[in-house]
């Protein structure tokens, strides 16, 4: 069964500490694999994606994500937190339709 | 990306009642989708809106209680019927694009609240 996991509920980071939020997935074929992000509410902004390719990927608001075939990964990573980065976090994984993991609510201290 | 207009934005209603939101897109998509998202709690496929046809929906949730329409390529409504405060959730909706630009946008989502 195709399914997507995010370990961590919650996490708490000073700001300017690095981040990494994790992901782990099961999917019978290829994935294509997502991270949105969603400000309290507000709807969900893509952060980056993955198809193919270089399996570092960049996207917007300085995070990036590594995929991992082996390990059927796709953490979500930031090198420096900015107090706006405060957010709930979703990877998602499908084709021809998005599977939601639960969702990674970060917290940021100053 | 195909910019999504959703309305209404926010609303209660009243118990055994009726809402029904509109999803607008500015361009023609073909996969376009609704999902709940429950109080605190990650999001949930609803149905596939199919042009032309009857949605595709998912296991647990039915066209009683979830109609929806899809006219064309640019406009889907769904409906949330008989409404019960286990009800209250937002509800999104989504288009998927293909070719380059692979990927899926979100509507900003209706925020409903049944008394």
């Known amino acids: 069964a195709q399914s997507v996991t995010q370990p961590d509920i919650h996490i708490t980071v000073s700001e300017g500490a690095s981040l990494e939020l994790r992901c782990n997935y099961s999917?019978?074929?290829?994935?294509?694999l997502f991270w949105y992000v969603q400000s309290p509410g507000q709807g969900l902004q893509l952060l980056l994606k993955?198809?193919?390719?270089?399996?570092l990927v960049q996207g917007i608001k300085g995070f990036e994500a590594e995929f991992k075939r082996s390990q059927s990964s796709f953490n979500l990573r930031k090198p420096s937190v900015h107090w706006s980065d405060a957010a709930e976090y979703f990877c998602?994984?499908?084709?021809?339709?998005?599977?939601f993991g639960t969702g990674t609510r970060l917290q940021v201290f100053p | 990306s195909a910019v999504i207009s959703q309305k209404p934005s926010r609303d209660i209603c009243q118990r055994g009642t009726s809402l029904t939101i509109q999803c607008q897109v500015d361009?023609?998509?073909?996969?376009m989708f609704w999902y709940r998202q429950q109080p605190g709690q990650s999001l949930t496929l609803i149905a596939t809106?199919?042009?032309?046809?009857?949605?595709?929906?998912e296991s647990g949730f039915v066209i009683d209680k979830f109609p929806i329409s899809r006219p064309n390529l640019t406009f889907s409504t769904l409906t949330v019927s008989n409404m019960s405060p286990e009800d209250s959730s937002i509800y999104l909706c989504?288009?998927?694009?293909?070719?380059?630009?692979?990927?899926?946008?979100f509507g900003s989502g209706t925020r409903l609240t049944v008394v």
């Open positions: 999917y019978g074929a290829t994935p294509y």
């Open positions: 993955y198809f193919s390719g270089d399996t």
């Open positions: 989504s288009v998927g694009t293909g070719g380059p630009n692979y990927g899926y946008t």
């Open positions: 998602a994984v499908g084709a021809a339709k998005l599977i």
């Open positions: 361009s023609q998509v073909t996969m």
């Open positions: 809106a199919n042009q032309g046809s009857e949605a595709t929906y």
